[in-house]
């Protein structure tokens, strides 16, 4: 006799233990079959249709109906308001026609049961892109007439492109001008985007010049929907389709152009749950498999891009003016220790950058403020003994969010209402430290009572369409001050805001990580990039405490070429990418001791890899996430194919040998290859 259990019943049995890991092993030894059975939970959504039976479809018996309601006007006006709507619609939805005829399904019942119309479910769409035409034509500059003719002739060589043009240089319109080509040669287009917040200007733009042939996708959409735009894009009714990185696994069967917008952006690369892939580097890798022409685009381009393009392996391609007589914004540095010292500071803000501000309302121009850090406070401290409230499944602080009244683990979505006594000295005065967009809109609200503010972060985002909304209203005008997160600064264009805020820039230039300048002197670059878009003078302010720092200067005169000089000459010599590969291995357990002597026998079987450096194990920054303790190993290697092909099967082997260990069947490894 066989039982069949399926892998959630055997993981609720053994809770402490891996049930893939135990499973497998039983596998193995021939104790168990394991079998797939795949069930398809698509259901195709329905609504409801009104129809005209006959013989009142006839015009005399039609006639005839509408004289017997002239006396039953309720009815009268559900029959007259069908027929209008059939007149400009094919078919006629009942939700769309009790809408337009203020009635109930009530009062629609008696036409059904008098046989007069019948209703049919009809499968609908779930997501029904808005339809519109080309209205604008793309007309390319001098200088982005020649940039488009040198990829076209890159394209012919079989070579990837990277576009560098610096931020409001138009390089939408070549993007424009290449998705023309392909879609004359009837080939299908792949538009990536960092983020999902970037995409509803990108549609407007694209749908000016190219009407509804554009298909989105990406992670907002429920499973359904992307069920449905799966298959739409498989029949291919969007030869145009627009995403974040998951739009990579869509079944294109032609596809001639994978566009990369902004290809340094963090956001590309998957971090949990695994596969955990960098978005850029399976274009390029989707592309040379399907043959396809690559663009990728950026103001600000990867360390590992520009070095591509050192290499000849991309052939790069420049824009150094903006378009039309659009000019670059002032860049002010505002030293904060001065300000201070003067007295000058108000609240979050310098004297400069209010000043600044209160012109630009006076004047109606928009402004952006920029704080890197959502919610209202980092943490929460106790004035009399240092205490500071950290999540009780993770070794960090919490965030206090004063939308909610409560504090948010930004790890594992814990929330815990806000405490106005120290649970360790019984003390009142818990303070709030540091400051996130949270209290920057809050402030700039009191300071600008008449200014109409909105911020810009994961928080409003609670419902899908929410952040198009809020660009929408933007470009409307409709809002003045926008405070937002680096959300605000990835690519969006608005055309009257003429200041930009950075509020606390030293804050970039803090993390423990080799590609921290890269980070900030891109976040600072693109920030900047948002003001002046049209022909006006705008202006940048970033606050600082350090003004002096070698990568402010580059910013300053927007020098990406010493940047990327000064940046490669530092990682060669400590050999890090782009001149190395580098492995992260993680280890997690419930016990930090597993977690510990699991990692150290794991780092004692890996020290014998060729051609490679170890260094670890260590625990991270933030040793315990979901109360799982974590240890790391990082490996440095070499960029040899080859080697790399050589090291996958043996780190394979030596995990699959520490997991099969009776101590360390329950631990969890992933491998990150090129982490961030």
């Known amino acids: 006799m066989s039982l069949d259990f399926t892998l959630q019943d055997i993981q609720k049995l053994i809770p402490d233990t891996s049930a893939i890991q135990l499973i497998r092993q039983l596998a193995d ?36 109906l509408i004289e017997n309601l002239e006396k039953k006007p309720k009815q009268l006006n559900i029959l007259l308001s069908y027929l209008h709507l059939q007149q400009t619609n094919k078919l006629v939805s009942k939700k769309e026609l009790l809408d337009i ?15 007069i119309f019948a209703v049919k479910a009809i499968e609908q769409e779930r997501v029904q892109f808005e339809q519109t035409s080309a209205t604008h034509q793309n007309i390319l500059s001098t200088e982005q007439q020649i940039a488009y003719e040198n990829i076209v002739q890159a394209f012919q060589n079989h070579k990837p492109v990277l576009l560098q043009g610096i931020t409001g240089s138009g390089k939408t319109h070549i ?56 298959k739409n894009i498989q029949s ?13 696994l869509l079944p294109f069967d032609a596809l001639g152009l994978i566009i990369v917008d902004e290809e340094h952006d963090q956001s590309y690369k998957q971090q949990d749950p695994a596969p955990r892939y960098h978005a850029r580097d399976a274009a390029l890798f989707l592309a040379h498999s399907l043959q396809s022409n690559i663009i990728l685009g950026s103001a600000t381009p990867s360390i590992e891009s520009l070095y591509n393009a050192e290499q000849k392996k991309f052939q790069k391609v420049i824009l150094q003016t903006r378009y039309g007589s659009a000019k670059l914004p002032e860049v002010v540095l505002v030293d904060m220790k001065k300000e201070q010292a003067q007295k000058k500071v108000k609240g979050l803000f310098s004297s400069q950058l209010l000043q600044a501000i209160e012109q630009s309302i006076a004047s109606k121009k928009q402004i952006l403020l920029f704080q890197n850090r959502r919610g209202y406070s980092p943490f929460i401290l106790c004035a009399d003994c240092a205490w500071i409230p950290h999540c009780k499944y993770c070794d960090v602080s919490l965030t206090y969010h004063k939308m ?116 900030a002197y891109q976040l600072l670059e693109q920030v900047s990039g948002r003001a002046g878009r049209k022909d006006q ?51 997690k357990h419930r016990v930090r001791e597993t977690a510990m002597n699991a990692a150290a026998k794991l780092a004692e079987a890996l020290k014998t890899l060729p051609k490679t450096s170890l260094f670890g194990p260590a625990e991270p920054s933030i040793a315990r996430i979901k109360n799982a303790y974590i240890q790391e190993i990082l490996l440095k290697t070499n960029k040899d194919y080859q080697h790399l092909q050589m090291l996958k099967p043996c780190i394979l082997q030596q995990v699959a040998l520490l997991t099969a260990t009776r101590n360390y069947t329950s631990i969890s490894v992933q491998i990150d290859v090129d982490p961030l």
């Open 29 to 64: 030894k021939g104790y168990v079959q394991v079998y797939e059975n795949l069930k398809d939970q698509y259901k195709p959504k329905l609504a409801d249709y009104i129809f005209l039976q006959k013989p009142f479809d006839d015009e005399e018996n039609l006639k005839h």
């Open 404 to 519: 909610t009244d409560q504090m948010h683990c930004h790890y594992c979505n814990t929330k815990t209402p806000y405490i106005s006594i120290c649970p360790a000295c019984g003390g009142n005065r818990l303070k709030a430290q540091s400051y996130g967009t949270e209290k920057v809109e809050e402030e700039i609200k009191k300071l600008f009572p008449k200014a109409r503010v909105q911020r810009f972060d994961w928080d409003v985002m609670r419902t899908k369409n929410k952040h198009q909304e809020i660009i929408q209203q933007f470009e409307k005008r409709s809002i003045d001050i926008l405070v937002g997160t680096q959300m605000i600064v990835k690519g969006l264009d608005f055309e009257h805001v003429n200041l930009v805020g950075v509020l606390n820039a030293d804050a970039l230039l803090a993390y423990p990580d080799f590609r921290v300048h890269e980070k």
């Open 236 to 248: 291919k009714k969007y030869p145009i389709v627009i995403g974040a990185r998951s739009a990579l």
């Open 175 to 230: 993007y424009f001008k290449l998705i023309q080509d392909c879609l004359t040669q009837q080939k299908q287009v792949l538009y990536l985007l960092p983020e999902i917040a970037l995409t509803a200007q990108i549609i407007n733009k694209l749908r000016g010049v190219f009407g509804n042939q554009i298909g989105i996708y990406h992670s907002r959409f429920s499973q359904m929907e992307r069920v449905e735009l799966w």
């Open 537 to 587: 003078q705008s202006q940048v302010m970033i606050q600082l405490y350090k003004p002096n720092h070698p990568l402010i200067t580059q910013v300053l005169q927007h020098d990406i070429s010493s940047f990327y000089q000064l940046e490669t000459d530092a990682r060669k010599e400590f050999q890090y990418p782009p001149y190395s590969r580098l492995i992260k291995i993680t280890i």
């Open 101 to 115: 005829a203020q009635a109930s399904t009530t009062q629609l019942k008696p036409f059904i049961e008098k046989n």
